[in-house]
């Protein structure tokens, strides 16, 4: 049976301080003004994956990834804004209650300080060339900060690392604490734009993939079908999607779909790619037109409750709200909404289920956000 939340209950991450969410669904409504939290929760949720491993961590790092002279974050940056830049201490706590009745809780922590390392040694950290001086005799040693950082799981140290200012990539392997992995997928805001979706799983159940291409009517009415092409000129040996519509003379990438279509495809697709598992899905409602928004949410809320996902979602869209909370009513019972709220550097949260939500909205014309 799939190992789903409970209870999440953060102590410290980023600029969230003391949150409890209880009472988890199937289906979970994340809301609340910008900066509330939102996104924070789902990183956390995340981190849940395998939250002995820094890779995994290394995940939430937001423009962690950026080689370095970019003028993004470099991992040292990231893993600092981990922590909460108001609190000397650095540290990230938070304890989850699982529908197993199991109760898992990670700390990561660090502390700063300096190390003194060559020239060379530096310029490998950072990704940067160097040229050894033929002249010069002795090294020169640079005087780097440090984040020494330890992660602990129910009290037991599972994982330690080194991360140096400037250093934009991981050196060296870090799996150092490993148990069955949680099928945990979480898809940004802007991720459909990348064109990398899940979609084998869909194209080899045939009922899946009929009702995927009845809901992409929405986006083409003339779609005919979607299919793995393998470029047989392709170095690599990879193909791309293409969908094939009476619209146009032959199939199209779907690279050059617009934003609506990729998206709806990949929310659908990653559905399916968390069967049995978490799907956490930030800003649910970007790119989605208005008009497609009710057949598309209906299909990844029941196709979630089929394939035993729960759904994390967050949006400040009143609009979207009410159109996932409307489109599928047998699910309302099993939907909760939370809206998060900043009061004197904590944060609360206000819970409605989905049924009551709704009675709110009609009778009272309380703003969900």
Known sequence: MAEHIKNITIETFRGIRSLQLDGLFPINILTGDNNCGKTSVLEVLGSFADPGDFRCWRTLLRRGNAPALSGRLSLFEGFSDLFDINCEEKKVAYSVETSENHTE????????????????????????SYAQDEERQEPVLLSVSRLKMEIRVDGELVGQECIYEGQYRIMMPLRQYLKEGRNIIYISPTRHAEGNVFLTS?????????NMLDVLKAYDEDIISINYDRDENSVSGRGIYKILSKS???ALPLNVYGDGMKKALLLMSAVVRAKDGILLLDEFETAIHTSAMDKTFRWI???CIKLNVQVFLTSHSKEAIEKLLRCSPRLQNQMAVYTLFREDKKTTVRRLTGEKAIMVQDDMGLELR
């Open 105 to 128: 809780h990670v700390v990561l922590s660090a502390y700063e300080d300096t190390e003194e390392l060559t020239e060379k040694e530096y310029a490998e950290l950072s990704g940067l």
């Open 248 to 250: 146009h003379k032959k």
């Open 301 to 303: 809320l029941e196709t």
């Open 202 to 210: 869909i194209l080899s159940n045939p009922e899946l993939y009929e």
